[in-house]
């Protein structure tokens, strides 16, 4: 069945340090990855996406790497700052089902 | 970038009465719209898909006579929550996708949410 599994759930880190969030999906015909920051009290907004034939896309403080063999994969934020605090939502699509299907979320907070 | 709007951004009705939600893609037209719920401190889960023109397909577990989805036209979709109850109470997101010339987009654009109490 359709799943993804995302970790942590929550995370703090000190502004200027690295946060990484990994997500891992059931289905191998899985083919397009988006990552998806929402903010309190708003809707879901896209940060960055990968497709199955790549394995690393990176666009400035913001990176996301593939495994497909392990079905794994990860967001990286680099430097962060007040303002990344928000829940992370990884994603994943299925081109039979048209659909994306969002993982559980992660909570992070970075302390100024 | 693309842009999605919802109205009303929060609504409360009374137990028993039906609203009505909106989503309109402002700059683009939508093949594709869908419907999300999210309750609080929760993920966001896909209640249905509606194409432009054809009925929706409901997710298991998500009654469509009770959810009500129409997709009119390429730049608007509507979702009424007939005969609401608190437990209707929730975070309701839409999304829409657009086809580009040459093939289909992959990405989703959200709305910014709409605001549901059922008292």
């Known amino acids: 069945g359709e799943n993804v599994e995302q970790h942590p759930s929550t995370l703090s880190v000190q502004e200027g340090d690295s946060a990484v969030i990994k997500c891992t999906y059931s289905d191998s015909a899985s083919n397009y990855f988006p990552w998806y920051k929402q903010e309190l009290g708003k809707g879901p907004q896209l940060i960055i996406d990968i497709r199955s034939n790549v394995g690393e896309k990176k666009d400035q403080r913001i990176a996301v790497t593939l495994n497909k063999t392990a079905k794994h994969f990860s967001l990286h934020i680099t430097e962060t700052q007040p303002e990344d605090s928000a829940v992370y939502f990884c994603a994943f699509m299925k081109t039979s089902y048209d659909k994306v299907i969002f993982g559980p979320g992660t909570s992070l907070s970075v302390i100024p | 970038g693309a842009v999605v709007s919802q109205h009303p951004s929060w609504v409360i009705c009374k137990s028993g009465t039906s609203v009505k939600i909106e989503c309109r893609s402002l700059?683009?037209?939508?093949?594709?719209m869908f419907w999300y719920r999210q309750f609080p401190k929760q993920s966001l889960m896909l209640m249905a898909t509606s194409n432009e023109g054809s009925k929706a397909t409901y997710e298991q577990g998500v009654e469509k006579d009770k959810f009500l989805i129409n997709h009119a036209s390429l730049t608007l979709s509507t979702l009424t929550v007939t005969s609401a109850h608190p437990e209707d109470s929730s975070f309701y997101i839409c999304s829409a996708r657009g086809g580009l010339a040459g093939g289909l987009s992959y990405e989703q654009y959200f709305g910014p949410g709409t605001r549901l109490t059922v008292t």
């Open positions: 700059d683009f037209q939508a093949t594709t």
